[in-house]
């Protein structure tokens, strides 16, 4: 643990004045102002995460923001993502204006303006990135800061999911291992951000890991195609059929390697299935994308140690009467 503030530490009539000098000041550099006084509470625990940290932070309803005169006072080499892990918070910036509910998150850039009223029982999980983990939106800023990205959204309730796993089991996370994890979640972000910009008219440069993702769900889209091709996976994602290479080798294994054996994998999930007994061995194979018949049956082997006949019987206890078989298969 980096830091930890709680007002427990002080007396309740001391609690605000400590809240908004300290807490607001040292620790955000911005400004606070709470309304209900009375019996104030808030705590907040920071953690290294990586080459990040986050922030945990619970308090009674104020309002807080930082004024154009506090930005260069303070390093502003990252970005914030507020991620709303409980209660609701009113959020400006950007000339967006929005109200962030349980499950939400909004990426906070430090060098703009911005204010926000925290609700009842708020919750605030902040992760601090480097400027450099958001490198492949850098042309699309205009459009992301501000703009939430909502917990019913795909990319939002995973993005949720593991920032509020993170917050509960951080304080017992060896600091060795949360570099990975921080790596992941940072990656996470960044597409479900994309995601939510897709239709936006600026181009996004997306990373590695976006593009060989969407690279792979092409492929599996059209698994069935025995005419795919290096050159139509990069026509439909956007780089050369050389950076795709690339991209899987990087995996230790080259695209075509990762073709085949997706391939491979369909046809075992369809021989095990007992309503593909009436299909030819040569069918499953044809509409797994194989377009010759005996390389099916010979990589299929080396890869089960069984021939696809024998395979789909040790799976299925008896054949149907009248099932359709290719004898080099058997």
């Not at 004045?17 to 607001?24: D, K, T």
């Not at 260069?72 to 609701?88: A, E, P, T």
Request: hydrophobic share 40%.
């Amino acid at each position: 643990m980096i830091a930890s503030f709680t007002t427990d530490a002080v007396r309740r009539s001391q609690r605000v004045e400590f809240w908004r000098r300290f807490v607001c000041n040292h620790v955000a550099d911005i400004d606070c102002r709470v309304d209900r006084q009375a019996d104030f509470q808030g705590v907040i625990h920071t953690y290294a995460f990586g080459r990040m940290s986050l922030s945990t932070l619970a308090a009674d309803p104020h309002w807080v923001g930082r004024a154009r005169d506090r930005i260069n006072r303070v390093r502003n080499d990252y970005f914030l993502v507020i991620f709303q892990m409980g209660g609701s918070a009113e959020y400006s910036q950007n000339m967006q204006d929005s109200i962030l509910r349980e499950g939400d998150f909004v990426l906070y850039e430090p060098r703009l303006p911005y204010e926000m009223t925290l609700g009842d029982g708020f919750e605030h999980v902040t992760l601090r990135l480097p400027r450099s983990a958001l490198r492949s939106l850098s042309n699309s800023l205009a459009d992301v800061v501000g703009k939430p990205v909502r917990a019913g959204t795909f990319g939002g309730e995973l993005v949720g999911r593991l920032l509020t796993a993170t917050a509960r089991r951080i304080p017992g996370l060896p600091p060795r291992t949360t570099y990975v994890y921080a790596e992941s979640i940072a990656d996470l972000i960044v597409h479900a951000i994309a995601q939510e910009l897709a239709n936006c008219p600026r181009q996004l440069r997306p990373t590695k890991g976006y593009t060989l993702a969407l690279a792979k769900q092409f492929i599996l889209d059209n698994l069935h195609r025995d005419d795919l091709s290096l050159k139509m996976i990069s026509d439909r994602v956007g780089v050369s059929a050389r950076q795709i290479n690339r991209l899987f080798r990087a995996e230790g294994i080259s695209a075509g390697q990762w073709i085949k054996g997706m391939r491979l994998e369909r046809c075992a999930a369809t021989l095990v299935d007992s309503e593909s007994m009436p299909v030819a061995l040569s069918q499953v194979a044809f509409d797994a994308g194989f377009s010759d018949i005996s390389h099916f049956c010979r990589d299929f082997k080396r890869r089960y140690g069984l021939s696809p006949g024998r395979y789909r019987r040790k799976f299925n206890s008896a054949a149907e009467p009248g099932q359709p078989t290719q004898k080099r298969c058997q």
